[in-house]
């Protein structure tokens, strides 16, 4: 085994012999402990058949053990100071690529179609804070062929994206995740195994793209937006929220009786909804729509 980049002494080096200074604004905090690493990687699943995409290798810490398990590693860093680091401390990586780029810049589909002709890859990062969320509904929403996202993120984001209906971390941020994937928490990651320390925990959570579309037919755009209205003021009932800023062009009675028909009580509140009843809900408005179009 090489020796691992992730430790206290070894990351002070390498940052000390570059001259290199840490930037807030990049959400530079580096893994200095390589079992933490090690256990992405396990909770990743990768194997040699997987092409990876890793977003912000740093100083190539998650990278090197990347590289050793997988078949080949896209690695995507903004900071081009990073740069010519990376190439040195994985110059022995053959199955790496680095490019300086920004994430949200970055042609994903390019890199699938082009690294793994086509076929869903794999995306493992110690992620910038900062975009946390662009970066994972970009690879959602846009239906990214992607089979896995094994990611650190701050604790509390990684709450909200398995929290179930009925829980405070409940929001649309768990109900747009779970929309597309399963989510399970691996493990919590106390800020002394960053250098610097970040202020808050972090977690190491696994999303695992549905294979098949949780609902057999639904208008997304729709489902969407009623999820957004219905936490958009949370203190509010699903029934005054919808109407007052569905925009949806349904009467207060039209929207009791589409509750009403998938079971909701008038007074419910839509953080008392799951990802089912939301998509039954979304159905139905789109039925009443549908037939009042038709009038
Ligand atoms: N992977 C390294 C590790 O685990 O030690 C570094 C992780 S650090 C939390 C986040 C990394 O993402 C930094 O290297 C930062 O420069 C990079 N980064 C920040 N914004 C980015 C963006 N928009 N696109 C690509 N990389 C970005």
């Known amino acids: ?35 933490i690493l090690e256990n992405i990687v396990e909770s990743g699943e990768i194997t040699k058949q997987d092409c990876v995409l890793e977003i912000g290798p740093g100083i190539g810490s998650l990278t090197q053990i990347l590289s050793e398990r997988a078949k080949k590693v896209i690695a995507v860093e903004i900071d081009s100071h990073l740069i010519p680091i990376l190439q040195q401390t994985l110059e022995h990586c053959h199955n790496v690529e680095i490019r300086n780029e920004d ?4 042609d994903i589909n390019s890199i699938i179609e082009k690294e793994n002709n086509g076929k869903p890859i794999k995306v493992v990062a110690n992620l910038p804070y900062y975009i946390t969320t662009p970066i994972l509904m970009d690879l959602l929403e846009n239906h990214r062929k992607v089979e896995t996202i094994t990611v650190m993120v701050q604790k509390e984001v990684a709450q909200r994206m398995q929290a179930q209906a009925g829980q405070k971390e409940y929001g649309a941020l768990s109900v747009a995740v779970q929309y597309y994937c399963h989510a399970n928490m691996n493990m919590i990651v106390q800020p002394s195994c960053f250098m610097p320390k970040p202020k808050v925990a972090s977690a190491v959570i696994t999303l695992r793209l549905r294979k098949e579309p949780v609902f057999e037919k639904i208008d997304e755009a729709l489902f969407f937006h009623v999820v957004k209205c219905a936490f958009g003021q949370r203190r509010k009932t699903l029934l005054n929220s919808l109407y007052n800023q569905g925009g949806l062009g349904l009467t207060k009675q039209e929207l009791t009786e589409a509750m009403k028909a998938v079971g909701l009580k008038e007074m419910v509140r839509g953080e008392a909804l799951t990802l089912e009843q939301f998509g039954a809900l979304t159905n139905q408005i789109a039925k009443i729509k549908q037939e009042a179009s038709m009038d």
């Open 1 to 35: 085994m090489t020796q691992r980049i992730a430790t206290p002494s070894k990351t002070k080096e390498i940052i000390e012999a570059n001259g290199f200074y840490f930037k807030k604004n990049f959400g530079q905090n580096f893994l200095i402990d390589s079992n």
């Open 103 to 106: 994430i949200l810049k970055t």
